[in-house]
């Protein structure tokens, strides 16, 4: 499978604990961005990475939310100090760096904080 | 500021029929449009995408049409399927590399 991956799929954590998604781009996508979705809602935008460079990120990504992409390929995203409101899916997207390039979606990262 | 809504949260349509989903933009400065379609438990699928330069284009059973007049987007489905049944947005984005915008989202539902 050579599209977007997210792991876990489903992580269930308790208030207060740190949690950490992976997601592998499209291995030729220099972009990768990461939404985060709640139920009924559309996609909302988090952050986004050109390479390893992060280059936009939005007023919800707070102080506990952190994401990173060291080396250009993989993206991690970080929760400290989960809350029951970060409960949502956790959308990955890449695409390549053309204005014409379109952008491709993993299946998410369910996360449910009791 | 930014946004882009759906005029209505669902549709059910006929196996066979054609359905029409419509989206509102309010950015006027929106450069380029896409359609996705997501399933239950999945991540948004892309359809069909549309350049400000455009106002028709069509793909296999699909077209989106632009009106910038009214900030007005839609998708129309050929001959549903049960397989169309999904929930669709549609998503907007600035000149450049702007982060895509999305709506809500309409639930289609084909009835069998």
């Known amino acids: 499978d050579t599209g977007v991956s997210q792991n876990p799929r489903h992580k269930i954590t308790k208030r207060g604990q740190n949690v950490t998604f992976r997601c592998d781009p499209i291995s030729e996508h220099n972009r990768l961005y990461w939404y985060r979705q709640t139920l009924g809602q559309g996609p909302e935008f988090l952050t986004y990475f050109q390479n390893e460079a992060q280059l936009e990120k939005s007023r919800l990504l707070s102080d506990r939310f952190s994401a990173e992409r060291p080396k250009g390929s993989f993206s991690t995203l970080e929760i400290q100090r989960t809350e029951q409101g970060d409960s949502a899916m956790y959308l990955c997207a890449s695409r390549g760096d053309s204005a014409n390039e379109k952008l491709f979606f993993g299946s998410g990262t369910q996360l449910s904080v009791l | 500021g930014e946004s882009v809504g759906l005029h209505l949260p669902t549709l059910s349509v006929q196996e066979g029929d054609n359905s029409i989903i419509n989206c509102a933009y309010s950015?006027?400065?929106?450069?380029?449009f896409i359609w996705y379609k997501q399933e239950s438990g999945k991540g948004p699928q892309f359809i069909i995408d549309i350049r400000s330069n455009m106002d028709k284009r069509q793909g296999q059973r699909v077209t989106v049409l632009l009106n910038k007049t009214v900030k007005h987007l839609s998708l129309q489905i050929a001959a549903t399927q049960p397989g169309d049944s999904a929930v669709y947005f549609c998503?907007?984005?600035?000149?450049?590399?702007?982060?895509?915008?999305f709506g809500k989202g309409t639930r289609l539902s084909v009835i069998a």
């Open positions: 950015n006027s400065a929106s450069d380029y």
């Open positions: 998503a907007e984005s600035g000149s450049g590399n702007t982060p895509l915008v």
